[in-house]
């Protein structure tokens, strides 16, 4: 007899939908989460003002360097909200020399949906079909129009602001009202439009409730206050994530269970009935052991310490990690490679001012090797381009004392515009994560190796959105005051984009692939894997929207599989 019907490893972005659907469908769910309980009341801080803010978020630099010497290079990290990342020196891990990986986390109820950018961008086909067209990579066992409804599901329930734009590398959805664009950022658009046809400057499709619906007010949520503290936790509910949205819901049912400071570490393996038999935890306070049985499991862990439970679980059976007869879980690690920045002042529209502070900016979506073109003689697949042109204002850097400095931050600056490119990273088997042999984190279970570096390919594609980025910028008529294209290439260093995939693929291909088209794994019946991990390539729009998708579509297959007797 089994203690649940299910058992989710994680609570951020993707296990959070696995549980909302699966309590939905009437199972019995227990959610492990390797992180502390989150209290709004005591751990976000979105109602402190940014004057009230302690050395005006800057965290003290001894304490940076003792325990946040990676989790400080995110744009996010500041002394407000650094219980929301983790202390790197308390979880370890390990790069070769001369290949770093900045690998950010928070280890908390919900996992990084706390702390995402929000920016929400389907898939197309162009992107599913890319790896068996050029060649990189397995092919996708799914391509869009599988997805197509379930994109739509969910992006009703998250609530998605955005416009729509009839492009077919970027696909429409359903759309909450959109935040305008900025007036220069309306000239960009005009200019850049007329001066490149065929690229694009939208409004950012953002995961903040523009107008909350009467479902979304049902679970506690509300309308976006336009205030930008987003990365400071949202007490209001109105941007997405699993604690204002999806576990909510699956609370309602009566059917989770969650678990807090119960770190997985590894799953047992049944060689008779060649199922997942228990789930091995570790308590994060006390280190005391636990195991829990459940019909399935969902591992949702996130990309990297979802390979390393598989591969830290070893049997006769699966000598090399569990449901890895394909030696491919690990491998194929990948991201997506940022740079190709362009910085710029427009002293036009000087008479105007934005109101309030949005939660987005604009978008560039990609417009390079699109089906029915010409494939780019220099590179495969394409990059896209998140930007934000706004009037800069006050400041603590204002020279001043009293009255000169009230002054000083009465007087808006001009506006400013920046613009950063996002390109693609191709699969690749030696970008992986492996076990280390000898040394383990606090709670014994042995730290990751990651060993990812971006090819060439990677470097063209920078290379161009450079150039581009330049070129659209001198056509918008920006002052530009800093252009990556007059500078030595610079690639951001793997694992800054924060979109980590790959390592337990889905693809058609047992001998090739860890999962099959469901996200259920190929060697394990009752192992579903839906968060990063799954992925077969990487696009070049932000992934979560589709893990969102991929989640709710794999929990619903799960679920009709126990009721027809099949696990």
């Known amino acids: 007899m089994s203690d649940f019907d299910a058992i989710v490893v994680g609570s951020g972005m993707s296990g959070g939908w696995v549980a ?17 309980d989150i209290d709004p009341a005591e751990d976000y801080s979105d109602n402190t ?33 650094k219980n929301l990342w983790v202390k790197d020196d308390e979880h370890p891990y390990e790069t070769p020399e001369g290949r770093p990986y900045q690998w950010y986390r928070g280890f908390h109820l919900g996992g990084r949906s706390l702390m995402w950018a929000r920016q929400s961008y389907r898939w197309s086909q162009l992107d599913f079909g890319a790896n068996k067209k050029d060649g990189h990579g397995v092919e996708w066992p799914i391509g869009y129009e599988d997805l197509k409804s379930w994109y739509d599901y969910v992006e009703t329930f998250a609530g998605i602001s955005g416009t729509t734009e009839g492009l077919p590398q ?29 690229r694009n400057v939208i409004p950012g499709r953002v995961a903040n409730l523009r107008q909350a ?10 309308s976006c206050q336009v205030r930008d503290r987003c990365f400071h936790g949202c007490s209001f509910g109105a941007y997405f994530s699993s604690n204002s949205a999806t576990l909510p819901a699956a609370r309602l049912t009566g059917n989770l269970t969650i678990k807090t400071d119960s770190i997985v570490d590894s799953l047992d393996y049944d060689p008779v009935t060649k199922k997942i038999s228990g789930v091995r935890v570790v308590d994060r306070v006390t280190k005391a052991k636990t195991t829990y049985t459940s019909k399935i499991v969902f591992l949702n862990a996130s990309t990297i310490p979802t390979s390393s439970i598989l591969l830290n679980s ?7 990690g569990l449901a890895n007869s394909s030696d491919q879980v690990g491998r194929n690690l990948m991201d997506h490679v940022s740079g190709g920045r362009a910085t710029g002042i427009m ?19 990609r417009y390079v090797n699109l089906e029915g073109e010409e494939q780019e003689e220099d590179f495969v697949r394409g990059f896209g381009y998140q930007g934000r042109a706004y009037r800069s204002g006050w400041g603590s850097d204002k020279p001043g004392i009293g009255q000169d400095f009230k002054d000083a931050n009465r007087t808006p600056g001009p506006w400013v515009i920046a613009i950063v490119a996002f390109a693609e990273i191709l699969p690749n088997p030696n970008n992986r994560v492996s076990l280390h042999g000898t040394k383990t984190d606090q709670w014994g279970s042995p730290i990751p190796i990651i060993d990812a570096v971006h090819g060439k390919n990677e470097e063209k594609l920078i290379a161009q959105a450079a150039r581009d980025s330049k070129a659209m910028f001198e056509a918008a008529g920006v002052e530009i005051i800093r252009a990556a294209a007059d500078e030595p290439l610079k690639l951001s260093i793997p694992g800054q984009g924060i979109h980590e995939m790959g390592t337990a693929r889905m693809g058609l291909d047992p001998k090739t692939s860890v999962l099959n088209k469901w996200g259920q794994s190929h060697d394990v019946s009752n192992l579903f894997i839906s968060d990063g991990a799954c992925m077969t390539s990487s696009a070049c729009q932000n992934p979560s929207l589709t893990y969102m998708a991929l989640s709710a579509r794999a929990a619903h297959h799960a679920a009709d599989l126990l009721e027809a007797g099949e696990l």
């Open 20 to 36: 909302k659907e699966l309590c939905e469908r009437g199972l019995k769910v227990l959610m492990l989460e390797r992180g502390y």
């Open 347 to 365: 002293r036009e529209k000087m008479d105007m001012y934005h109101s309030g502070r949005r939660p987005n900016g604009f978008y560039v979506p």
């Open 314 to 320: 070893k049997s006769e059976a699966f000598p090399t």
């Open 49 to 81: 003002a940014p004057w009230e803010e302690k050395n005006y978020g800057d965290v003290n630099p001894e304490e940076v360097a003792k325990h946040y010497f990676v989790q400080k290079n995110v744009y996010a990290f500041n002394e407000q909200n």
């Open 213 to 222: 619906t009467e479902a979304h007010n049902a679970l506690g949520r509300g």
């Open 170 to 198: 970027l696909p429409d959805g359903n759309f909450l009202p959109p935040y305008d664009l900025t007036c220069a950022e309306d000239l960009v658009k005009e200019r850049v439009e007329k001066a490149f046809p065929g």
